[in-house]
């Protein structure tokens, strides 16, 4: 079985912010493979497969530097090994729009993947990294929680496809095979 989560903040108030990337994709990845999403306490998920492959979506509700705790809470209720967890998020230091698809490392200074690795214990987990850029003079925690810009929003639209596509190659294909198309 595989565990697909998307990082974002709860709320009406983040919906379509920068950071909420990671949801946009879960979404858009339900929605193409017919997947309904559940709203639990402190998170959303759904159950479904992918060419037969058992799959998990979840949009964890905590806010993003919480997100380790649900995270930890799904491997160890499904028994999931963290080699079958991909974790999509944004990255600030991309190009707006680009992907990335990393099998381990650290958490880059994103606290929703610092959180990730201090629950699970293992720093052995999938990325797909989604570029939000970066503005200059701007904090990066004011930054991350604004809207896209009105020329942006095609790129992004792309990217959160692309992504749904990689993930979908991930688990039908591997990731190897995968991180050559892609990356």
């Known amino acids: 079985m595989w565990l697909i989560a998307g990082l ?12 909420n990337v990671g949801f946009m994709v ?9 997947i309904d999403l559940r709203d639990k306490k402190t998170f959303r998920i759904g159950r479904g497969s992918a060419d037969g492959n058992d799959i998990l979506l979840v949009k964890p509700l905590l806010y993003m530097n919480l997100s380790g705790h649900v995270i930890q809470d799904m491997l160890r209720k499904f028994s999931i090994e963290p ?6 998020h944004d990255d600030l230091d ?6 990335r698809i990393r099998k381990t490392g ?4 994103h606290k929703g993947i610092e959180s990730i690795i201090d629950n699970t214990g293992s720093r052995d987990f999938l990325r797909v990294k989604i570029g939000i850029g970066r503005e200059e003079g701007m904090p990066a925690e004011d930054y991350v929680l604004r809207k896209f810009r009105r ?33």
């Open 106 to 109: 650290s958490s880059g200074g």
């Open 151 to 183: 020329e942006e929003l095609a790129a992004m639209k792309e990217a959160i496809q692309k992504a749904a596509d990689v993930i979908y190659s991930i688990i039908t294909e591997g990731v190897d095979k995968t991180m050559n198309r892609y990356n």
């Open 83 to 88: 080699a079958n967890l991909i974790v999509i």
């Open 94 to 99: 991309m190009e707006t729009g680009k992907l």
């Open 8 to 19: 974002g903040n709860p709320g009406r108030k983040y919906e379509r912010t920068r950071h």
């Open 26 to 34: 879960i979404e858009e990845f339900a929605c193409r493979n017919n």
